[in-house]
């Protein structure tokens, strides 16, 4: 029987069973102690090595989903209805819909050539167009063009497969329009972005912006089953989302049930959101942690076997990556003009070999909601829909074995040769 490799696999260890049942045991199942011990804990985490550093934080806040992460985090810089904020059509659809959360409209970018990065060329002209009372899109006639018009508050660029890109551009955007950087950095802990001008120096993914938000979802680079992290320097942000992930209540349930004095008391300053996380994801959470930079190495490991064999193959590109990348995801993209069969195809036969693979995304502006709402049609984010024809996502997780790996190669490699066009 073919052994099959599925796409994602989480590491989970008897560390982290007992971590659950030190919970289970405790008699405190919710929000508490172990939350609290996990976001210092995270925090120290991103305050070792020779980072660069503001006069305090980060503070670390767990959530219980980067999704709600990043609404915490859009509420608490103060995006409201009719704002617009920009981001990349190829995200998962929780990057846009908490924007709408919020009644804000969304205006998508597109890409950069062969990439999945939010192209900075196309968010200035975007944002100058914006500026100056038109539309968000131009459909390539004179007048106002067609899109969400108004007031561009915030930008959320994503740090796809755990790639950090294009962040000075569009930190220098972000300044010149007076825009918030709220980092959907979900697929991206623990990357690490240099700094180009101090030798061993730079910024962790999420620390960039305002704020971030990774994910500990179940095939993330740490795992708690579902879960998140929103971090950010910026104290108000951080004291907002403190608040409104408890039902903008002004004391946590920890600090209720645990204080002896009137631990019945609390008040209710804004209409918040029930967004904590328990303390048996923390523990997993604070396990996963430890074996961060393991998981890291791991993943660094398939992903660089997957690079030698790959980045000189004629059938395939593979994006520019740097030594800091968390390497969440393998984007491959098929170069279809070598190729007699469609991703799509391809895609298939390599899962009837047993090889479990995916694609990262569908974009947001072919989804019937986006494409309704904003009136969008396939070509009017080029790049992204001629990347999206082209990609799909290998297996890439920490425990695959050598074997598996090399499978994966064998199978896609000699499909390649098989429907090669020039054969």
């Known amino acids: 029987m073919t052994e099959k490799i599925p796409f994602a696999h989480p590491y989970i260890g008897r560390e982290e069973e007992e971590a659950v049942l030190r919970v289970l045991r405790s008699g405190w199942l919710t929000t508490g102690k172990e939350s609290l011990a996990f976001e210092e804990e995270f925090g120290n985490f991103l305050k070792k090595g020779n980072i660069v550093k503001s006069d305090e934080g980060p503070f670390c806040m767990a959530v219980n989903s980067a999704t709600s992460g990043l609404h915490l985090a859009l509420e608490a810089a103060g995006i409201k209805e009719g ?15 908490v924007v709408r959360y919020l009644g804000a409209e969304v205006v998508f970018v597109d890409v950069i050539k062969d990439g999945f990065h939010m192209d900075p060329l196309a968010l200035e002209r975007t944002l100058e167009r914006l500026s100056s009372g038109l539309c968000a899109y131009n459909n390539g006639n004179e007048g106002e063009g067609f899109g ?3 007031n561009a508050k915030a930008i959320i660029p994503v740090h796809y497969g755990g790639l950090v890109r294009e962040m000075e551009a569009i930190l220098a955007l972000s300044k010149k329009y007076k825009l918030k950087v709220i980092e959907d950095a979900a697929h991206s802990f623990p990357s690490f972005l240099p700094d180009k001008n101090k030798k061993e120096s730079g910024h962790w993914a999420g620390d960039i912006g305002d704020a971030g938000v990774f994910s500990f979802y179940a095939t993330k680079t ?3 089953g579902e879960g998140g992290m929103v971090i950010t320097r910026n104290r108000e942000i951080a004291e907002r989302v403190k608040i409104m992930r408890s039902h903008g209540i002004d004391r946590s349930i920890w600090s209720r049930y645990t204080d002896n004095k009137a631990s019945w008391y609390y008040e209710v300053l804004e209409p918040g959101f029930k967004y904590n996380i328990p303390d048996i994801l923390s523990a997993i959470g604070r396990v996963q942690l430890e074996r961060a930079d393991d998981l890291l190495s791991m993943r660094q490991t398939i992903a660089s ?14 994006p520019p990556t740097g030594d800091g990348d968390a390497r969440h995801l393998y984007p491959l993209l098929l170069n279809l003009n070598k190729l007699t069969v469609s991703r799509n195809e391809f895609a298939a036969m390599i899962q009837e070999e047993g090889i479990g693979v995916s694609v990262h995304y569908i974009p947001l502006h072919i989804q019937p909601y986006y494409k309704k709402r904003y009136s969008l049609n396939e070509m009017d984010f080029e790049q992204t829909f001629k990347t999206y024809n082209r990609c799909l996502s290998l297996p890439i997780w920490p425990g ?10 064998r199978v896609v490699k000699n499909l390649a040769i098989k429907y090669n066009k020039n054969l």
Do not use: C
């Open 83 to 97: 704002d617009l904020v920009l981001l990349p059509s190829m995200t998962f659809t929780a990057t846009a819909e």
């Open 148 to 150: 969400p018009k108004g």
């Open 222 to 224: 740490i795992s708690t």
């Open 305 to 318: 076997a997957y690079d030698d064999a790959f980045s000189n193959d004629e059938h395939f590109s593979i």
């Open 400 to 409: 695959m074995k050598e074997g598996q790996i090399e499978k994966i190669i």
